[in-house]
T-cell receptor, first 110, second 116 residues
Framework: GQSLEQPSEVTAVEGAIVQINCTYQTSGFYGLSWYQQHDGGAPTFLSYNALDGLEETGRFSSFLSRSDSYGYLLLQELQMKDSASYFCASNSGGYQKVTFGTGTKLQVIP | GAVVSQHPSWVICKSGTSVKIECRSLDFQATTMFWYRQFPKQSLMLMATSNEGSKATYEQGVEKDKFLINHASLTLSTLTVTSAHPEDSSFYIC????????????FGPGTRLTVT
């Protein structure tokens, strides 16, 4: 089976840095994606790691360690609008099938 | 680019009736579309994978006779919830992928179904 575990909630201060962790147990693992979802909205793609290491996209960075079955999303210079749920997702099953993690609700406070 | 629409955005139906939800890729051809269900404060659960011109692949535990999926063209997939019951009330979201960019899914805005 596939399982991806994340902390359920994280609170951080505006302007700070926050890290959201994801540990996974999956078969046929190809890579790890991250999505953001605001309440009542659709998930939007943030980043993807196929290889070990850090991928940087503006204020967001994502890290993957295949040997540890672990990844994280790093959000820098937090803004109030970053308050949302964040999901890691594993790509497997012919590369296109995505299994979502349990999700982390981030609350950014002033 | 890469816009996916869903219709309707919300629907209320009576128990025992059927509801059809449409998912369209507006500016690209989607070889594969996915259907998810999301309960409040929970993660997205993949229901089925839909490939154009072929039968959908359902995840374990998802009743294919209850959740009918049709992917008639490269821009349209439909999900029909048949004989809906209150426990089917949920947020249904579709996503689509380009061929060759499969790790990045483009999601529709979702459809909130309430069965009374």
């Amino acid at each position: 089976g596939q399982s991806l575990e994340q902390p359920s909630e994280v609170t951080a201060v505006e302007g700070a840095i926050v890290q959201i962790n994801c540990t996974y147990q999956t078969s046929g693992f190809y890579g790890l994606s991250w999505y953001q979802q605001h309440d009542g909205g659709a998930p939007t793609f943030l980043s993807y790691n196929a290889l070990d290491g850090l991928e940087e996209t503006g204020r967001f960075s994502s890290f993957l360690s295949r040997s540890d079955s672990y990844g994280y999303l790093l959000l820098q210079e937090l803004q109030m609008k970053d308050s949302a749920s964040y999901f890691c997702a594993s790509n497997s099953g012919g590369y296109q099938k995505v299994t979502f993690g349990t999700g982390t609700k981030l609350q950014v406070i002033p | 680019g890469a816009v996916v629409s869903q219709h309707p955005s919300w629907v209320i139906c009576k128990s025992g009736t059927s509801v059809k939800i449409e998912c369209r890729s507006l500016d690209f051809q989607a070889t594969t579309m996915f259907w998810y269900r999301q309960f409040p404060k929970q993660s997205l659960m993949l229901m089925a994978t839909s490939n154009e011109g072929s039968k959908a692949t359902y995840e374990q535990g998802v009743e294919k006779d209850k959740f009918l999926i049709n992917h008639a063209s490269l821009t349209l997939s439909t999900l029909t919830v048949t004989s809906a019951h209150p426990e089917d009330s949920s947020f249904y979201i579709c996503s689509a992928v380009f061929q060759g960019t499969s790790y990045e899914q483009y999601f529709g805005p979702g459809t909130r179904l309430t069965v009374t």
